[in-house]
């Protein structure tokens, strides 16, 4: 049966709610860092905005996925934990299992892309994780997953369609308001829909006039066109530089929320994020991989209308080869 009959079909769905980041902020506590809020003269002058760009790339793991996956592993039982956990990844929510498997004492498979950014599979291996390697155009990452899980007992977790993984994500957006107060407009990167879900859920909370937005990659729109259709779309597997964002469709648990909570969601282009790669590595001394420049590069390029307003803006992530970053830089 095709993964989105299996989904829809599914009587298991749980689409988490606020109360469920509530509680994963509380499981989080003293493992996730709280990670700053950055600002800019330059960019709020570029864009006639007060904007504030929530640093996940300074998460531990490098990326807002050790969230999710810390607090999807942390709900799960003695019994659970003992069969180890299997995850399937391009790179950060692999890094962030793995991580996270390790902390609690929990072993961990992870199925990466063969053409994952080697310093993503090496970090994921050092974390002490099983690697398993599969051809993303060719092969079904979620079938040799779901293989692997059945024949050992153990707990899948995948990257963003997962209650517990949906709710560890929105514990970013909700740091982030605590900490600025009411937004007009919070952007969000967008892949799987993990962190857009889980961020809407905390800002229609906390803030609830504030327009929320999901930005993906121009050549994988699947969640631009879901949003607009109503129901998720399939594509083909898109390419772009956006590594974490290339996915075939949404998650069957985000998506209600997305549908629900989100006011839109745009594209940028791979130029337009090197050109934001490159601005925070020059102007704000910090490196962002492309994956994680998709909010701030919708801001920064105009996308959205931003002038006057209050704008959160995620930084997802900042795991990038560095030899990818100094040809993107040059």
Do not use: W
């Amino acid at each position: 049966m095709p993964a989105m009959e299996m989904h829809m079909a599914s009587p298991s769905l749980r689409i988490p709610t606020f109360d469920d980041v509530k509680l994963a902020q509380a499981r989080l506590a003293g493992a996730a860092h709280k990670t700053p809020i950055l600002t800019s003269r330059t960019a709020d002058a570029q864009t006639g905005a007060t904007l504030y760009f929530k640093a996940e790339n300074l998460q531990r793991a490098g990326a807002f996925k050790f969230r999710g996956a810390y607090n999807a592993i942390a709900v799960l039982d003695q019994a659970m934990r003992a069969n180890g956990v299997v995850a399937y990844s391009s790179g950060n929510h692999a890094q962030a299992l793995a991580y996270a498997a390790n902390l609690l004492g929990v072993s961990a498979t992870i199925i990466m892309p063969k053409d994952a950014p080697v310093i993503k599979v090496a970090a994921t291996r050092g974390y002490g994780a099983e690697i398993v390697l599969y051809d993303r155009y060719t092969e079904d990452r979620e079938k040799i997953a779901q293989g692997i899980a059945a024949e050992r007992g153990a707990a899948l977790i995948p990257p963003y369609d997962h209650a517990d993984v949906i709710a560890g994500q929105g514990t970013a957006a909700l740091e982030l308001i605590e900490d600025t107060g009411d937004l007009d407009l919070l952007v969000v990167p967008l892949g799987g829909g993990g962190l857009l879900a889980g961020c809407a859920l905390s800002a229609r909370a906390l803030s609830p006039a504030c327009r929320i937005v999901g930005v993906e990659p121009e050549a994988g729109n699947d969640g631009q066109q879901s949003l607009r259709k109503g129901e998720v779309v399939h594509i083909p597997p898109p390419k772009s530089i956006a590594d974490g964002a290339i996915v075939t469709h949404v998650g069957y648990h985000n998506f209600p929320i997305l549908k629900d909570k989100v006011d839109d969601i745009v594209t940028v282009t791979d130029a337009q994020l090197v050109d934001t790669v490159r601005f925070f590595a020059e102007r704000m001394k910090i490196i962002v991989e492309p994956t994680g420049c998709l909010a701030a590069a919708a801001v920064l390029h105009g996308a959205l209308g931003c002038a006057g307003k209050r704008v959160g803006i995620v930084l997802s992530g900042g795991n990038v080869d560095l030899k990818v970053l100094s040809t993107l830089l040059a």
